[in-house]
């Protein structure tokens, strides 16, 4: 990795045009951290990660970039006065690029980014509506609150706004930290199912529960958007992130979940993003853990590609 570029995805040497496969969108959203802060950092620091990531996976046929062209665009900025300004400056940014032409992969950033992803997402081709797109959601949290700390479009809202959208679908896998309020909505809202990391990764013989989740991703139908917020996966992993969480899924457990979406025929993986990246002060795990999710995100997206092409 001596000649990798730190300031591209995977340090890969790009092209100065297209077309590309596989688009990097950095979001640096940082305006409703409710506890730990630096996501407006975390972008940056997950895109220097990539390039001490190695390039391989066996699920490809060689390298990456195993033939595919992959753009890391210029980050979004905005300097715009309100929270709803910034979201808007968001959607214009994304809207681009998530309309089908190339596989988006954004990093952010507060979860709070989906919001303008999801209502750019309703002009993608495969979408005639937003009624169509199930999203797949890897978070400790619920992110159904109506309102955090006053406001309607906090990062702990997301989830809640992108269902007020039309969103015909979510599936929640790795949930351990909720609201009573967000327990209710999860229990009496048809559209949601919830996956709960102490049912998942309960430590006794015979529990089948993780089993039947990963059975479930196989029979979804459609387009499909997968937010993995960071602190999803167990704590240890991702010490920087605003809100670590003990007791969620472990890196391979992600994995399986990331390959079982992407390599399934019944669904297609439109687009993705992984968010709540905070770099850490006294190490680089949060960050690099980050950074392999994304890189699991295009090969298994490479993959697919590939498979369906006969190459």
């Known amino acids: 990795m001596e000649d990798s570029d730190s300031t591209t995805f995977l340090g890969l040497k790009e092209s100065d045009s297209g077309p590309w496969d596989i688009v990097i969108l950095q979001i640096p959203l940082?305006?409703?951290?409710?506890?730990?802060?630096?996501?407006?950092?975390?972008?940056?620091?997950?895109?220097?990660?990539?390039?001490?990531?190695?390039?391989?996976?066996?699920?490809?046929?060689?390298?990456?970039?195993?033939?595919?062209?992959?753009?890391?665009?210029?980050?979004?900025?905005?300097?715009?006065?309100?929270?709803?300004?910034?979201?808007?400056?968001?959607?214009d940014y994304v809207g681009a690029w998530v309309v089908g032409d190339q596989f988006p992969l954004v990093l952010g950033g507060e979860h709070g980014i989906l919001l303008p992803i999801v209502e750019s997402l309703s002009e993608h081709h495969l979408l005639s509506d937003l009624s169509e797109l199930t999203i797949v959601q890897v978070d400790a949290h619920a992110d159904l609150r109506d309102e955090l700390n006053g406001e309607k479009f906090s990062h702990g809202t997301v989830i809640r706004r992108a269902l007020d959208l039309g969103v015909g679908r979510v599936i929640q896998i790795g949930v351990r930290a909720f609201s009573l309020e967000e327990e209710a909505l999860m229990e009496s809202e048809e559209r949601i199912q919830t996956w709960f990391a102490k049912s998942l990764l309960a430590v006794s013989d015979g529990n089948s529960e993780w089993e039947s989740m990963i059975s479930s991703l196989g029979e979804i139908t459609g387009p499909v958007w997968v937010t993995f917020d960071v602190d999803g996966l167990d704590g240890s992993l991702v010490p920087s992130t605003g809100t670590p969480v003990p007791g969620g899924l472990s890196h391979w457990g992600s994995v399986e979940v990331i390959e079982r979406l992407f390599s399934s025929e019944k669904c297609e993986v439109i687009g993705a993003d992984v968010n709540e990246i905070v770099p850490g002060t006294e190490g680089n795990l949060t960050q690099f853990s980050a950074a392999l999710i994304a890189t699991k995100m295009v090969s298994c997206y490479i993959a697919k590609s590939s498979n369906i092409r006969g190459e």
């Open 30 to 91: 940082e305006m409703t951290s409710s506890y730990g802060e630096g996501t407006q950092y975390g972008p940056k620091a997950c895109i220097e990660a990539s390039s001490q990531v190695e390039l391989y996976y066996p699920i490809l046929s060689g390298e990456l970039p195993c033939g595919a062209a992959i753009h890391t665009a210029e980050p979004w900025t905005s300097d715009a006065p309100s929270l709803r300004e910034q979201l808007d400056s968001i959607r």
